[in-house]
């Protein structure tokens, strides 16, 4: 008896939305807390060796705090969003599997299905700009990165100096051009790079890009799910619209056989 409640239990539960909740879970954890971190670090750096001027660099200050309170909000949204799909889920395979019983799938419960079928399409869209816009800051760092590796490639090569290799931080738009001293070259870029900031921004935002990533990979996940779960809830309905109408049917001529034997026997 225990094993085959299991057994029903185990077959209720929905394996596919449950590995696109823990994908998007780990995604948003990993986009929102590593960049988080990196964000922090990009400033320090900034205001250490690229923009010793506080004017120079205090509104990218003020859209770097505003974009980690955006992370605090996606993060909240998302944790509870993706308990609803998973609801959404169970809810879903029951429907499918209790047709036969008690259960009856209703319009509600349809377009709701409907409803979170657009919605995540609407954010699987809206994350795939976020996406691109984390491989941004590891394209400038990796920039960086791969400038300090010339830097140091040169040093036992007397006829090209490293003083003259530089990165202009203020051509990518971040800070102006007024921003003091702006960029930095050869030995002092070099010691930039080998700073701890330098080294955990930059794989902090790689993470966080991955993390972003495999937040549109869940999204996709759940967004195939829920279309199949919407035609599955679809199909439910018109077969529970089927057996009503059968049902009404047998009833009727049970009704019928039962007063033609009632006059029958009342005539003889």
């Known amino acids: 008896g225990c094993f085959e409640c299991c057994i029903k239990c185990l077959g209720g539960v929905p394996y596919a939305s449950l590995v696109a909740t823990i994908l998007c ?27 010793t001027t506080v004017s120079d660099h205090a509104l990218l200050s003020e859209v770097i705090q505003l974009m980690q309170y955006v992370i605090y909000g996606i993060a909240s949204f998302f944790f509870l969003y993706g308990i609803i799909l998973l609801a959404e889920g169970f809810y879903t395979t029951s429907a499918v599997k ?5 259960f009856k799938t209703t319009a509600c419960g349809r377009c709701i299905s409907g409803m979170f079928v657009f919605l995540t399409y609407v954010l699987g869209v809206a994350w795939l700009g976020v996406f691109g816009f984390s491989a941004v800051p590891v394209f400038m760092f990796y920039n960086i990165w791969s400038t300090c590796e010339v830097i140091k490639s040169l040093q036992t090569n007397v006829t090209v100096p490293g003083d003259q290799i530089c990165v202009d ?7 102006p051009w007024t921003a003091v001293p702006g960029k930095a070259c ?14 955990m921004s930059y794989h902090l935002f790689i993470v966080a890009c991955a993390g972003a990533g495999a937040t549109v990979i869940a ?4 967004l195939m799910i829920l279309s199949s779960n919407w035609a599955y809830l679809k199909d439910a309905s018109k077969m529970q619209a089927y057996q009503d109408i059968k049902a009404k049917e047998e009833q009727e ?6 007063r033609s034997k009632e006059q029958l026997n009342s005539y003889t």
């Open 98 to 102: 209790e047709l036969h019983g008690e």
């Open 25 to 51: 879970f780990s995604g948003v954890a990993l986009f929102c807390g590593c960049g988080h971190v990196a964000l922090t670090g990009t400033v320090s750096i900034l205001e250490q060796h690229f923009s």
């Open 219 to 222: 999204l996709i996940h759940f």
């Open 169 to 175: 931080i203020r051509q990518y738009g971040i800070i």
């Open 253 to 258: 001529l049970q009704d019928i056989q039962s």
């Open 186 to 199: 050869g030995p002092i870029l070099e010691n930039i790079c080998n700073t701890n900031e330098f080294y």
